[in-house]
């Protein structure tokens, strides 16, 4: 049996979130809380740098959230396109309902 060692719970989306980092680079967002997010994209982020990112939500705003990588692993069977899971923990922003991470939640559940 596992614990959680999560201070906030994930909120799972079932489709995907798309978004952005400010390079460009699509991302495709897994899970969400108000603490970070697991995302999807095609290269990998190395462990420690910090990204900006963009978000759309599904009524058309776009959210800007900056984060930290604090994992980042390769999902891409030999011969496939790459595809990289990388943990993204939020920084610049209280973890709180009030956030802007608290703010996509409340967007979420609205959905």
Do not use: N, W, Y
Request: charged share 30%.
């Amino acid at each position: 049996m596992t614990s959680e060692r999560r201070r906030s719970p994930r909120i799972r989306i079932v489709d995907t979130l798309p978004g952005r980092t400010a390079g460009e680079t699509p991302v495709r967002v897994r899970d969400f809380s108000l603490g970070g997010m697991a995302v999807e994209l095609a290269v990998e982020l190395p462990v420690g740098s910090l990204h900006d990112f963009q978000l759309q939500l599904g009524d058309g705003s776009v959210v800007d959230l900056r984060g930290r990588v604090v994992r980042c692993r390769d999902l891409a069977a030999p011969g496939e396109s790459p595809l990289f899971s990388c943990g993204i923990q939020f920084v610049d922003d209280e973890a709180s309902d009030e956030s802007r991470a608290g703010q996509v939640i409340g967007r979420l559940k609205q959905e």
